[in-house]
């Protein structure tokens, strides 16, 4: 247990159940002032290309560094959570991200006569990273802590869906600030929402002051399975992670390139681009709720995660023929392939919550800050690696190459994925090896 619950049992004070819902609300405005940076600074793609003079290569390696920051820094913020308590840690990364996006508004910046370079715009993009990183493992341990299981889904997915309303806020905001008043305001903008979200975790984010954190949950449970078990050494954290990183390339396809994509391909204007891409994080956002209410009612968590990849590999396919097809046969195929657009970004944006879900689950409360920090660091290694490999593909076969590798991304996440298992009155550890 962390020192804030210690304190806060040795006061005598205990905070009713229903401060658990502040506690969520936390974590959601923190997950959604980081996201607003990590997944709205790319829908400013076009206008990063041509105010730092960036090629497409160029442009892949910036944004690229967000996802390496974040990446690089999940496991050692996530182990310092489960020491430090989840508070703390969020409290500091909050902070110091808001520093690290107010220094790029004040000195890394095109402004007349001068065009920072790419490396000085890549470092500090990867500042940025590095230091959010500490958001989504803090802020999953907390909610983990405060809510039981039957309930931890949707709480989860609740938390989640901060990811795409953040993006989604910050799709419609940052290419306008960007185009009209530069990127200092776009910047201020992202540093002023963390320090906000900062006073409101202060004020509200504290850990339970009960023992055992609601780490009482279903036979499933790692915690009551593998009582000893490391996060670390456990195959099937390490297959939720790696098949949650391989089903968010096609996410990150559209997340990262999909403006370019609009704007090149299609010859979309900053108004529908802008639509577009907050009409694939509205969508996700509602799609996270609804499947974290779902999976919690039917128990179904894995089988709903097998289903994503099935459904995200059909559309990305069926956007890579449609792509070919507009390109080889010139037809009016603008909107249909709009369409795909978001309803492939949506489907492969729907199942985070459930994904963090099942393997704070396994973990155990007390360990979830690591378990998290696998998932995301095997996420946002993606991140760093799809912006990077998208303009080769161009390059080699155009945008219906790049959906389709999407799609076989999206496949491939199929066999990683743990399956199912029932769980019988006579639960064993045995009963539930990885299959």
């Known amino acids: 247990m962390g020192s804030e619950s210690v304190a806060a049992g040795r006061s005598g004070f205990v905070r009713p159940a229903n401060h658990r819902w502040k506690v969520l609300g936390v974590g959601f405005a923190a997950n959604a002032s980081f996201s607003a940076a990590f997944s709205g600074i790319p829908t400013t793609a076009v206008f990063l290309r041509s105010g730092y003079h960036l090629s497409n290569g160029g442009l892949g390696l910036v944004l690229g560094m967000l996802g390496l920051g974040i990446a690089l820094s999940e496991l050692p913020w996530g182990l310092l959570t489960d020491r430090w308590g989840d508070r703390r840690v969020l409290l500091l990364g909050l902070l110091s991200t808001a520093a690290a996006l107010a220094g790029l508004a004040l000195f890394v910046v095109p402004a007349s006569g001068h065009v920072p370079g790419t490396p000085t715009l890549a470092l500090g993009l990867l500042l940025v990273g590095l230091l959010g990183g500490s958001v989504n493992g803090s802020s999953g341990r907390a909610v983990m802590a405060w809510f039981r299981e039957g309930q931890r889904g949707l709480a989860m997915s609740i938390r989640q869906t901060a990811v795409p309303a953040g993006g989604g806020l910050g799709a419609l905001v940052l290419p306008v600030l960007a185009a009209k008043s530069g990127f200092a305001s776009a910047y201020a903008a992202l540093a002023m929402a963390c320090a906000v979200t900062a006073v409101f975790a202060w004020r509200w984010l504290h850990e339970p002051s009960h023992d055992g954190m609601h780490d009482v949950v279903h036979g499933s449970d790692a915690a009551v399975l593998h009582p000893q078990l490391s ?146 660091t095997c996420v946002f290694l993606t991140l760093f690696v799809t912006p990077l490999a998208i303009p080769p593909l161009l390059a080699w076969g155009s945008w219906p190459l790049v959906w389709a590798v999407a799609s076989f991304c999206a496949l491939l996440a199929l066999p990683v994925f743990p399956r199912a298992f029932r769980v019988g009155k006579n639960v064993t550890p045995q009963s539930c090896r990885v299959t």
């Open 231 to 376: 996060p670390l050494r456990d195959p099937r954290i390490w297959r939720v992670a790696l098949g949650a990183g391989a089903l968010c390339v096609p996410q990150l396809a559209v997340v990262t390139f999909g403006t370019v994509f609009l704007h090149d391909f299609n010859r979309a204007g900053v108004f529908a681009i802008s639509v577009t891409m907050a009409a694939v994080q509205t969508g996700a956002a509602i799609a996270r709720v609804w499947s974290g209410s779902w999976t919690d009612r039917r128990g179904n968590r894995r089988a709903y995660l097998r289903g994503c990849s099935w459904l995200t590999a059909s559309l990305f396919a069926v956007l890579a023929a449609a792509t070919g097809w507009a390109a080889l046969h010139q037809p009016s195929l603008s909107g249909p392939i709009v369409a795909l657009i978001v309803l492939g970004g949506v489907s492969a944006s729907a199942w985070h919550g459930v994904a963090f879900t099942e393997l704070a689950t396994l973990a155990g409360t007390n360990r979830a800050g690591t378990a998290l920090a696998i998932g995301n």
